[in-house]
């Protein structure tokens, strides 16, 4: 009876492992697919402006890092411009 309930608490605490280790995966995961859609986004404008010989699009990757910049100061739950003073205060 006893080496039952100690299996089932070494599974009980084997699929909470399980979930945490899920949950750091999709972490993991947004941050690999953010990674990999700047770099798809990169070249494909450079591959435009060696093409089309026009260099605005050489601007598109800073824009939309900017923007993935701004995103994600948006998403902290502080006030917006606090958060903007926080992070041009900091040395």
Same mark, same amino acid.
Not at 9 to 24: D, G, H, P, V
Not at 77 to 82: G, K, N, S
């Given at each position: 009876? +006893?080496?039952?309930?100690?299996?089932?608490? #070494?599974? $009980?605490?084997?699929?909470?492992?399980?979930? $945490?280790?899920? !949950?750091?995966?999709? +972490?993991?995961?947004?941050?690999?697919?953010?990674?990999?859609?700047?770099?798809? =986004?990169?070249?494909?404008?450079?591959?435009? !402006?060696?093409?089309?010989?026009?260099? =605005?699009?050489? !601007?598109?990757?800073?824009?939309?890092?900017? !923007? #993935?910049?701004?995103?994600?100061?948006?998403?902290?739950?502080?006030?917006?411009?606090?958060?903007?003073?926080? =992070?041009?205060?900091?040395?």
């Amino acid at each position: 009876m +006893k080496s039952e309930n100690n299996l089932n608490a #070494y599974f $009980k605490a084997e699929s909470r492992n399980q979930q $945490k280790m899920t !949950a750091l995966s999709k +972490k993991e995961g947004t941050k690999l697919l953010t990674l990999m859609s700047m770099m798809i =986004i990169t070249g494909i404008c450079l591959f435009l !402006a060696l093409r089309k010989k026009r260099p =605005i699009f050489l !601007a598109v990757p800073f824009l939309s890092i900017f !923007a #993935y910049f701004l995103v994600q100061i948006i998403l902290v739950p502080a006030p917006f411009m606090d958060t903007v003073k926080f =992070i041009f205060s900091l040395r």
